[in-house]
């Protein structure tokens, strides 16, 4: 049987974690699983690129940058902004920037 202060602290819990807010975090960290997008992400968090220069920053091919800056855009988190012939992504959603910048506070670069 759950007593007064512990099923306080499950109904505190219930309210502050709710399966909306639970979606949104998932469907944020989910974005930023994969390997390229996440590369992607970080190098947007400094400023707009190119699908060209974003294959030269990541290492991936055309198609699969391609690709993730799709689902990105789609999913909201992107934008792109056409200058003269080019096409440049810039990120939409500050809470990935946010999360990239505490991200780095806890995995610093390694002196190698």
């Known amino acids: 049987m759950v007593d007064g202060q512990r099923l306080e602290l499950i109904e505190k819990i219930k309210s502050r974690f709710s399966e909306d807010r639970c979606s949104q ?7 930023m699983s994969n390997q ?4 992607i992400l970080c190098a947007l968090n400094f400023e707009a690129f190119t699908v060209t220069e974003l294959v030269e920053i990541t290492g991936a091919q055309v198609s699969n ?3 993730q800056l799709k689902m990105m855009t789609l999913a909201g988190y ?3 902004e056409r200058k003269g012939k080019q096409i440049y992504y810039h990120l939409k959603e500050k809470r990935i920037s946010q999360l990239i910048h505490e991200l780095e ?3 610093p670069i390694q002196n190698q």
């Open 105 to 107: 506070d806890m995995f």
């Open 25 to 31: 975090v998932e469907r944020m960290m989910s974005i």
């Open 36 to 39: 390229v997008r996440f590369h």
């Open 65 to 67: 940058v391609s690709q």
């Open 78 to 80: 992107l934008e792109k």
